[in-house]
C-alpha cells in the first residue's frame, strides 16, 4: 500500500495514482484534506468558483479529513491536517508520497510519515530558478529542504530545474528518480483528425479567419504569469505582421478588466477574452491556437498548459521563468524561449516562433518532445521508488 497525503484531488495528479494501481500493481489510498475541486470551491487566482468535471475519484481509494459540504477549508493555503495520523496509521502503508513541503499540510504530512516511521517518497515542485530570495532567505530555505530531503528514502524529480535542485541539496548517496510532470493526454482531442474537426468551427465563432494567427495565453490572469507583457509584446510587432494576430485569453483573475482598457489603448487588432473553461472544453481552443504564449514573470515551476499545447501540435512560446522551458521548449523546433520581463524579447520570439505556425513538421515534432512527459512515465517512477524501498525497507536516504 503507497499512501499519498495531499491537500486535496488534482487534476493533473489523480491519473497518476490510479497508473500506478492500474499498470503496477500497487494500491494507493490518498489521504486529502478536503474535497474542493471535486466540490466547488473558489480559486483566489482565478476569481472563479468552480469543480473540476473530470473524473477525480475512481481507480483508487480516497479518504478524506473533512468535507467543504460541512465545513472543511476550500483552500489549499488554509488546510489543516486534523485526523492525518490516524488515518495514516489506519491506511498502514509501505510508503508514502509527499507532493510538496509548502503549505502548512504538506509540513504536517511530512511530521506525520516521519513520526511513524514510514519510508517517505517526495515528489514535489521544489526548484531553484522560480523565485528570487534573499540570501538569508534562501539560507534557510536550504537548510530546511536539506532536513527533509535527508529524512526521505527517494526523491523523485519532475524535469531538469527540479532534477538540479535536488542534486545540490540531497545527501550525495540519495535515491533520485525520473517522474516527469504530466498531463492525461486522454482528456483531450489531440490529434489531426480532431485538428481538422475543431478548428474551423472554434476559429468562426470567434470569428477569427485562416489567415490570422491566434496566439493563446491559457492560464490565471495574474501579474506573476505575465499577461500585460503578451499584451505589449504583440503591440510591438510590425504593423504588416500584427494586422493578422488575434490574441486569446483563456482563463480569468484579477488582470481581465485591465487587459481588456490595455488592449483597446494598444490598438490590438483582435482581442479575444474567454474565461475560465474546464479540462474537457480545451481541445477545441488548443488547436484554434497556432502559438501558446506563457511569458511568465516568476513562481512558474512548471507550466503545465505547455504540456497540454504541445500534446496538441501547438508550438509554445515561453519565457525563462517558466520551468518546463529546458525539458520541453527547443528553439526552432517545438516553440521560442524569451527573456524574462522583457517586451522587446517577447516580440523578437513572437516573430521567430511565427514562422513555425501551420506546419506539420513542427506539430509532431511538438507531440513528439512531449510524448515521455506521459502519465504512464510519471507512474513508472514512483512504482520504481515504491518497490525498491517495499524491498529494502529503507526509511531514509542516505545522511552520512
Given at each position: 500500500m503507497l499512501v499519498v497525503l495531499a491537500t486535496h484531488p488534482v487534476?493533473?495528479?489523480?491519473?497518476?495514482?490510479?497508473?500506478?494501481?492500474?499498470?503496477?500493481?500497487?494500491?494507493?489510498?490518498?489521504?486529502?484534506?478536503?474535497?474542493?475541486?471535486?466540490a466547488s470551491y473558489r480559486d483566489r487566482e482565478f476569481g472563479t468558483t468552480f469543480a473540476w468535471n473530470t473524473d477525480l475519484l475512481s481507480g483508487y481509494r480516497a479518504v478524506f479529513l473533512s468535507r467543504s459540504a460541512n465545513g472543511g477549508a476550500v483552500d489549499p493555503e488554509r488546510m489543516g491536517a486534523r485526523g492525518m495520523g490516524n488515518a495514516l496509521a489506519a491506511a498502514a502503508p509501505r510508503a508514502v508520497l509527499l507532493t510538496g513541503y509548502s503549505p502548512r499540510f504538506h509540513q504536517m504530512a511530512f511530521y506525520h510519515a516521519w513520526r511513524a516511521g514510514v519510508?517517505?517518497?517526495?515528489?514535489?515542485?521544489?526548484?531553484?530558478?522560480?523565485?528570487r530570495r534573499s540570501r538569508a532567505k534562501a539560507w534557510m530555505r536550504d537548510l530546511a529542504l536539506g532536513s527533509i530531503y535527508r529524512r526521505c528514502a527517494t526523491l523523485l524529480y519532475v524535469g531538469r530545474h527540479?532534477?538540479?535542485?535536488?542534486?545540490?541539496?540531497?545527501?550525495?548517496?540519495?535515491?533520485?528518480?525520473?517522474?516527469?510532470?504530466?498531463?492525461?493526454?486522454s482528456t483531450f482531442e489531440c490529434d489531426e483528425a480532431a485538428r481538422d474537426r475543431l478548428r474551423a468551427g472554434t476559429r468562426q465563432s470567434l470569428?477569427?479567419?485562416?489567415?490570422e494567427s491566434v496566439l493563446l495565453f491559457s492560464g490565471k490572469l495574474v501579474p506573476r504569469k505575465g499577461p500585460e507583457l503578451l499584451a505589449r509584446a504583440v503591440a510591438g510587432l510590425p504593423a504588416s505582421v500584427r494586422e493578422h494576430v488575434a490574441l486569446v485569453f483563456l482563463g480569468d483573475g484579477e488582470l481581465r478588466a485591465s487587459l481588456e482598457v490595455m488592449a483597446r489603448r494598444l490598438g490590438l487588432h483582435k482581442v479575444c477574452f474567454l474565461g475560465f473553461r474546464n479540462q474537457t472544453e480545451l481541445s477545441r481552443y488548443y488547436h484554434t491556437a497556432d502559438l501558446l504564449v506563457l511569458p511568465s514573470a516568476h513562481s512558474e515551476t512548471w507550466g503545465l498548459v505547455v504540456n497540454e499545447a504541445l500534446h496538441h501540435g501547438v508550438p509554445c512560446v515561453v519565457s525563462k521563468a517558466v520551468g518546463c522551458a529546458p525539458d520541453l521548449v527547443e528553439p526552432g523546433v517545438t516553440g521560442e524561449v524569451c527573456e524574462t520581463g522583457s517586451t522587446p524579447s517577447l516580440t523578437a520570439a513572437l516573430l521567430r516562433a511565427l514562422a513555425m505556425v501551420n506546419r506539420g513538421d513542427v506539430r509532431n515534432a511538438c507531440r513528439a518532445r512531449v510524448a515521455d512527459y506521459s502519465v504512464e512515465r510519471?507512474?513508472?517512477?514512483?512504482?520504481?521508488a515504491y518497490d525498491a524501498v517495499a524491498r529494502t525497507g529503507r526509511r531514509t536516504a542516505a545522511v552520512e
Open positions: 487534476q493533473y495528479y489523480v491519473p497518476i495514482y490510479r497508473a500506478v494501481e492500474s499498470q503496477f500493481g500497487i494500491p494507493i489510498t490518498a489521504i486529502y484534506g478536503s474535497d474542493c475541486g471535486i519510508p517517505i517518497l517526495f515528489r514535489g515542485d521544489t526548484t531553484d530558478h522560480a523565485c527540479s532534477r538540479q535542485h535536488l542534486q545540490r541539496l540531497a545527501p550525495p548517496k540519495a535515491r533520485l528518480v525520473f517522474s516527469p510532470h504530466c498531463v492525461d493526454a470569428e477569427v479567419t485562416e489567415e510519471a507512474a513508472r517512477g514512483i512504482a520504481e
